[in-house]
């Protein structure tokens, strides 16, 4: 089982003539995502690692039958993308893409959220289900398939932690990772019942950051509706307030936003708080052994 | 972020016809004399430094003068100044005004909810976070309709204005409105608006442009932030590069990585000092600035922490030996590298034949780094 993605996922990429669509196409397939068309306006009649290209979303989704989409075109062209999308009847489009204006995010979330398309990111890594399909960015190379749920704020330090979770002999059923600004189209709260709702996903593994209040909602959330077990981890513990470390959401302001408040939040929730990413494969194991 | 000086904000404000007091910036105290003298800006008038940090008023970089000698002194005294940290380079002079009650009004984005939020306090003229929450009133606004006419009656409400206050409040709240979307704004917060007479009036100016947005505002482009020369350098460069107060720097790829990397070095008692996300990039060129970026901002010991997931760790070794060759010899660092993921046997190999120790364990190579930076070796 999966959450969101799986074999009937069939995925058009947006952007994929540029050098990030061209080679994350190429790894999706390998990962065996049914990557079915590719968008580039202007482009149609081409093809990229044997996908046929097409000038619109609304005729590669005819074409194709496609239901996702993985979005890499630039930040001031992504709002327009991703509209086009929703307006193709996909169901799930994730962005990868950076540096999106929150201001823009916000049209896009409403819009999508209107006409039942959910998203992914932005500034995100995508999501994954090893054996069943992948749209992202993800390396292929850290899954293993698992009992555990991921879901992340981040996207490197989510490759290491769930690297760590399959060479423990672990592994996943879908990671999810969030992205980094501040506007989301999946929060932690949104994708918290998809992995409770999944049967075989027996434990979640939750990576957040310093920067808003998407831990401290989560916590909430889980305490009232979550029975699975919860190991959590907060990165940016040492970073100063006032200074944006990275991701656009990852500051603290006038005082909200600490590692802190994040980490109580959740431990008063039963959540098992690793202080370094490094402990969280031991505590996912020991865990895991115990009966439920 | 783009934090715009109160002058700046008050500019804005104007465009979008918020009412303030008359005045003017200055930047030199005879500049301040010839503006009051002039009738400019009337007397009695008060003389603010045009810094990004608060408490302005506790800490001497409000003056009142009465007469145009004493605005001459009071802006000469606070253009001698440096106020935390910052020194400053302009005064706005402005009337000062017979002020009744002071009120709090902002607009910002709201990250749970996903929408932005219009606040409103009767307690103005302090800092918003000392405010009683009970006192603070919160509306979402949605986006794709706007800040509705009931909204703006609820927030006169709360504020206690009526009659034509609560009509002159009702063009402050729509330009507030206008100016969050049109401009990009994360933040538009003006604290104190005063009432004065039988309107309200902006006394002060906070607008915070989202980086993100630059692109299509290209009118900032020269507003001067709070960055370090060095971090001005890498935006331009577009390294994410942030610079704290210890003597370490991490080199990682992507920013949670890279804080988490932070965090492990503190629990070894290091102090980190820089923060630099190479993000998704392997590309050689990329990497040797972002190291001779590094060597710029003087550290006592660097640590390279780097998972390859798609890039591979052979290419980044061999970018990295690259980027330590280019790194003047007075400007040389000690380095703990842990490279980890894709080929990375290969990537490990790479680096001892150069010198560079590799450390698979994130603790060993955390203990390393504090211990290098002591002055003991890699």
Known sequence: ?????????????????????????????????????????????????????????????????????????????????????????????????????????????????????????PNCPGIASPGLSKVGIIPNVVFRPGPVGVISRSGTLTYEIVNGISEHGLGETTCIGLGGDPVNGTSFVDALPLLEADPETRLIVMVGEIGGAAEEDAADYIRRHVSKPVIGYIAGRSAPPGKRMGHAGAIVLRGKGTAESKQAALESAGVQVARFPYEIPDLVAARLQKPA | MVKLAEWRGKEVFHKYGIALPRGTVVRSPEEAEAAAQSGKVPLPCVIKAQVLAGGRGKGGAVRFAATPTEAREAARAILGMEFKGEKVRELILEEKLAIGRELYVSLTLDRSLRLPILMVSPHGGVEIESVDPSSIDRQPIHPFVGLAAYERRRAAEFLGLSGPLAKSLEPVLNALWEIFQKEDAELVEINPLAVVGDRVVALDAKVIIEDDAAFRHPEYSEVRDDRTPLEEIAREKEIAFVQLDGNIGVIANGAGLTMATLDVLQEYGGRPGVFLDLGGTDD??????????????????????????????????????EAMRQVPPNEKFPLVARIRGNNEAEGVAILRTAGITSLPDLRDAGRAVVEAARGGRP
């Not at chain 2, 972002?290 to 922490?305: E, G, Q, S």
């Open chain 2, 284 to 321: 050689p060129k990329k990497v040797a600035e972002a190291f001779l970026l590094m060597a710029r901002a003087a550290p006592k010991a660097v640590f390279l922490n780097v998972f390859g997931g798609v890039t591979r760790c052979d290419t980044v070794a061999n970018g990295l030996v």
């Open chain 1, 1 to 121: 089982m999966s959450v969101l993605v799986d074999g009937r996922t069939r995925v058009v990429v947006q952007g994929i003539t540029g050098h990030q669509g061209t080679v994350h196409t190429r790894q999706m397939r390998l990962f065996g995502t049914q990557v079915v068309a590719g968008v580039t306006p202007g482009k149609e009649g081409s093809s990229v690692e044997g996908v046929p290209v097409f000038n619109s979303m609304a005729r590669a989704v005819a074409a194709t039958s496609a239901n996702a989409s993985c979005i890499f075109v630039p930040a001031p062209f992504a709002k327009d993308a991703l509209i086009e999308a929703v307006d193709a009847g996909i169901e799930l489009a994730v962005i990868v893409t950076e540096h999106i204006p929150f201001h823009d995010m916000l049209t896009m979330y409403h819009y999508a959220r209107l006409r039942g398309t959910r998203i992914i990111g």
